[in-house]
């Protein structure tokens, strides 16, 4: 039973991948973290003895600290935070809990560079349909949820990526795009190793419709349906991500905990 201060692998497993996840910072020493250089999905790095400076980035929180054996550190860093006002827990067993119940690490290499603030950039082609919001929601969602997302003309895709230090995706002959018959929603699940329940049957919808492979499953012509809708709704691109990111949370925990739910009408069946 966790104490008030704490909370379980478990517990955090089920928040990764929805709105409600906390921000988790992750607060090991180098000497560990090079031991074993991968991330729980969405943490960042801050160094123990400097939380003052990150505090008044954090707002009220809820915040998670993270750091290798859940003991001295994250508990003492999330005192020190509660201190400031900010409610925050650490997790129990820390990294080496959720390694060994078999939850996903994401690579610390595979991450693209961040600013100042701890963001990554990704630009992209505008108008974006399936996989150029599909992609932003995996971002925020399991590796970054503060990135920000350039749209541009297809042309300035590989210009303004150099000029402004940005991750270029789902363009052609990019790393982050499309391999084979994959598209580049696939390649970020495999490139972060982002094995969590659901994601899996939720790229095989996304894969179906971004492909124009409809027929191999049954969702993706309802997911394409409302991308295009959203896509006339909506001139600007931000806006269509933001309303974007409410579909794909809504797709995800449809493919996590309701895939095989059936509808009950009527009700006297």
């Known amino acids: 039973m966790p104490s008030l201060n704490t909370i379980t692998v ?21 000497e560990d973290f090079h031991d074993d250089p991968r991330f729980i999905p969405t943490s960042f790095r801050h160094p123990y003895n400097l939380i003052d400076e990150l505090a008044p980035q954090l707002g009220d929180g809820p915040i998670i600290v993270i750091c290798q054996k859940g003991k001295k550190l994250s508990a003492g860093v999330a005192a020190l935070l509660r201190l400031e006002g900010i409610h925050a827990q650490y997790l129990e067993g820390g990294i080496f809990a959720w390694r060994d119940a078999g939850l996903p690490l994401v690579p610390a290499k595979a991450i693209p560079p961040t600013d100042s603030q701890n963001r990554t950039t990704w630009v992209t082609r505008h108008r974006p349909k399936i996989d150029r919001i599909a992609c932003p929601w995996l971002i925020r969602r399991f590796i970054d949820p503060s990135a920000r997302f350039l749209f541009v003309a297809p042309a300035e895709v590989e210009a303004v990526a150099e000029k402004f230090n940005a991750t270029p995706f789902d363009i052609e002959d990019a790393f982050w795009s499309h391999r084979g018959d994959t598209c580049t929603f696939d390649t970020m699940i495999a490139e972060w190793q982002l094995e969590f329940t659901g994601l899996r049957r939720l790229a095989e919808i996304i894969r179906a419709a971004d492909t124009d492979k409809i027929d191999s499953s049954p969702q993706a012509a309802g997911l394409m349906a409302a991308s295009l809708g959203l896509s006339r709704l909506y001139k600007d691109d931000l806006a269509q991500l933001d309303a974007g990111m409410l579909l794909y949370d809504a797709f995800y925990r449809w493919a996590r905990d309701a895939f095989d739910e059936t509808h009950d009408w009527p009700t006297s069946r």
């Not at 990764?16 to 992750?26: H, M, N």
């Open 10 to 30: 478990s517990q955090l497993a089920r928040l990764i991948g929805t709105p409600d996840c906390p921000k988790l910072v992750d607060v090991c020493i180098d």
